[in-house]
């Protein structure tokens, strides 16, 4: 019901910027969340940044002031500044959608688009 198409992933430099791209396409009610997930190889997958239908936003500690998250339409974009080695990792975009009113919130995800960052 639900296809997300990532972009923007790739290689940077410690200090330099990327910008992810998320469209999210398909039938659905209405969109909860769109978010920005990451997986370093052999760790869990962690929470980046979360924008609500609302415009309410979440970050990660680690990102806070480095990372912005905006939304138009069903599009999701997380601006990356000022990135660290420890950026790297697999980057999933995460939406969560009501196929009607008042029902039940369903996660979907990209298939994930690497970045690495170089020291």
């Known amino acids: 019901q639900v296809q997300l198409v990532e972009s923007g992933g790739g290689q940077v430099q410690a200090g330099g910027s990327l910008r992810l791209s998320c469209a999210a396409s398909?039938?659905?009610?209405?969109?909860?969340?769109m978010g920005w997930y990451r997986q370093a190889p052999g760790k869990e997958r962690e929470l980046v940044a979360v924008?609500?239908?609302?415009?309410t936003t979440n970050y990660a500690d680690s990102v806070k002031g480095r990372f912005t998250i905006s939304r138009d339409s069903a599009t999701v974009n997380l601006q990356m500044n000022s990135m660290k080695f420890e950026d790297t990792a697999v980057y999933y975009c995460?939406?969560?959608?009501?196929?009607?009113?008042?029902?039940?919130?369903?996660?979907?995800w990209g298939q994930g688009t690497q970045v690495t960052v170089s020291s």
């Open positions: 995460n939406v969560g959608i009501r196929r009607r009113w008042g029902g039940t919130i369903f996660d979907y």
């Open positions: 924008i609500t239908s609302a415009g």
């Open positions: 398909g039938t659905f009610f209405a969109v909860n969340h």
